[in-house]
Structures are given as C-alpha cells and as structure tokens.
C-alpha cells in the first residue's frame, strides 16, 4: 500500500546503467507516484523503453550522491531532452535534423546529503551541492552551492545553511566519504551544529 511514510531506496531499486548511486542511504518518497525511474527521472534515451535504442548522442548521466532525500513527485529532466533550438529559427526537432539540433547539458550531479523539495524540477545538466536544499514546487536551472537553500521558479539561493567558514569547514572534513563505522561513531555530533566539536572528534576518532 503507498503511504507518504514509505520510500524508495535508490540503491535497492535502480537498474538503469546512466544512474549511477553513491552508497545505501539515498531515497526517494514514492507514496504517489510508479517510483522514482518510472516517474522521476525524465530520459528521451536511456530509460525503461528506449534504453535498449542505438542512441544519436551520448546519453547523460545522472549521479547521486549518498544521504540524499528526493521528495514526492519530484522531476528529474535528463539525457536527450536539449532538441529545440533557441538559436533557429523553428523550434521543432525534426528527425532529419536531429543530431544537429541536439545540445547537451551535461551530467546532471545530487551532491551528497542534499535534499529536494516535492514537486521540484531539476533542469539538465545541474549540479546540487552538498548539504543544499531544494524548496517544494522549484524549478533549477542553476547550480546550487553547497548548504544553500533556494527556492521559486526559477529558482534563486534564500540563504545560506551555515556561515561560510562553517561550510568551508565541513567540506574540509567529507563527512560524506568517511568509513561507515566513523559516520556511526560521530553521528550525534553530525546530526547537531557545533562544528568546533565535529572537528575535534574527527581528529581523535582518526588518532586512535
């Protein structure tokens, strides 16, 4: 039975080969939707159907990066969707023309431990920095700094989570790559704000 209180975990469930998943922790809320590659991530080429094409072009790809938290019915525009020239005349893809009016985006990248509103849109070939944060019903069509809030349509950075020097800090320590046993043992100072304290059990936990 869907429920908003279940999720989709990426890594259990995510058979597409231009999705690539960063550890076992991120998840989708699939309470009203087919899931999270059925009804999220939005490919011309590369998804269930046409994933077995002879593609045009270079398919983009999609990384995901580990902690993240992807809301309900959130959009995902991907890999050969960039077909309608701004820069012609006529908008249209015609077949005949296709590969030259193809341009892409680039990789699209869900930074580690950042979290996307529902109903947000993620435009191709975005980067979402770590720790950012996506508002509900957003469209991005920038890259988002890490431990930034944006939100609107499009979306614009509200604030920043942290100070800067707090946020240069905590990418210095890559909370997000370390051993799981060290994310463990450190996780009630990970899930608090007091950075000093963060620093100096990190440097014990590595002294031992």
Not at 85 to 98: A, G, T, V
Not at 123 to 150: F, L, R
Request: contains cysteine; proline residues 3%; negative net charge.
């Amino acid at each position: 039975m869907k429920h908003w209180s279940k999720m989709e975990m990426l890594h259990q469930t995510v058979t597409n080969k231009n999705i690539t998943i960063k550890g076992k922790h991120s998840y989708y809320s699939d309470a009203y939707d087919d899931g999270f590659e059925r009804s999220v991530v939005r490919y011309l080429h590369g998804d269930e159907v046409s994933r077995n094409w002879e593609p045009r072009w270079e398919v983009d790809k999609l990384h995901i990066g580990d902690y993240v938290c992807i809301g309900a019915q959130a959009v995902i525009l991907m890999g050969g969707n960039h077909t309608h020239r701004q820069d012609w005349f006529s908008l249209y893809p015609f077949m005949d023309n296709i590969e030259e009016s193809y341009q892409s985006k680039g990789d699209t990248r869900l930074g580690d431990g950042c979290w996307i509103g529902m109903r947000a849109m993620i435009m191709p070939g975005v980067t979402i920095g770590e720790g950012a944060i996506v508002a509900a019903n957003s469209v991005v069509t920038k890259h988002v700094a890490p431990y930034t809030i944006v939100g609107g349509s499009p979306a614009k950075p509200i604030k920043t989570r942290f100070s800067n020097e707090v946020i240069a800090r905590l990418l210095a320590l890559d909370i997000y790559d370390w051993p799981q046993e060290k994310f463990d043992a450190l996780k009630s100072l990970i899930c608090a704000s007091d950075i000093d304290a963060l620093e100096i059990a990190h440097q014990r936990y590595d002294a031992r």
